[in-house]
T-cell receptor, first 115, second 113 residues
């Protein structure tokens, strides 16, 4: 089954304690992205990756890091989380091609609470 | 600078009615305009999408209308059903950067039986 998986699904942590949210896709897509979803603000892109070792900032990259060492994995790293990073996070994998369009396949989400 | 503006923020429609959600974009380099549907506790999923070379696309009860000169596009849900109750996001992407996507703020649709 084609899918995007994220772990953990729920996480409660404290300010300053480094954490990593993992993301994996099995569709061999080159493009992957991370988003955060906050009430009334929609989905805001944090980082995206065009291929292995190629990443770029989205609209809200401050306080986040990413890496893309393998095509299927795209972890999101919060080195020193703060309460304003409490949010619902989605990883997405993008199928590209002119005839297909840039359809994004989203993971189930990770709800992060930073105390 | 918000590149995709979506309205309304919330919408209540009677069963069988027509739901209309609007989006406006700024970047003329965008060349892919999808609508995503999100149910509570789930990730968004593609509902329907359009390229700027056509003015309308229909899939079942869902239609996108696209106005390139006005830089606007809208989602029409005909014969709305309670099962359509969800949050809808418009988005725009493409041009020279297929990886960069901008989403609207979302519309919460409630269809009353």
């Amino acid at each position: 089954e084609a899918q995007v998986t994220q772990n953990p699904r729920y996480l409660i942590t404290v300010t300053g304690k480094k954490l990593t949210v993992t993301c994996s896709q099995n569709m061999n897509h080159e493009y992957m992205s991370w988003y955060r979803q906050d009430p009334g603000l929609g989905l805001r892109q944090i980082y995206y990756s065009m291929n292995v070792e190629v990443t770029d900032k989205g609209d809200v990259p401050e306080g986040y890091k990413v890496s893309r060492k393998e095509k299927r994995n795209f972890p999101l790293i919060l080195e020193s989380p703060s309460p304003n990073q409490t949010s619902l996070y989605f990883c997405a994998s993008t199928r590209t091609g002119f005839s297909l369009g840039n359809e994004q396949f989203f993971g189930p989400g990770t709800r992060l609470t930073v105390l | 600078q918000q590149q995709v503006k979506q309205s309304p923020q919330s919408l209540i429609v009677q069963k069988g009615g027509i739901s209309i959600i609007n989006c406006a974009y700024e970047n003329t380099a965008f060349d892919y305009f999808p609508w995503y549907q999100q149910f509570p506790g789930k990730g968004p999923a593609l509902l329907i999408a359009i390229r700027p070379d056509v003015s309308e696309k229909k899939e079942g009860r869902f239609t996108i209308s696209f106005n390139k000169s006005a830089k606007q596009f809208s989602l029409h849900i005909m014969d709305s059903q309670p099962g359509d109750s969800a949050t809808y996001f418009c988005a725009a992407s493409g041009g020279t950067n297929a990886g960069k996507s901008t989403f609207g703020d979302g519309t919460t649709l409630t269809v009353k039986p």
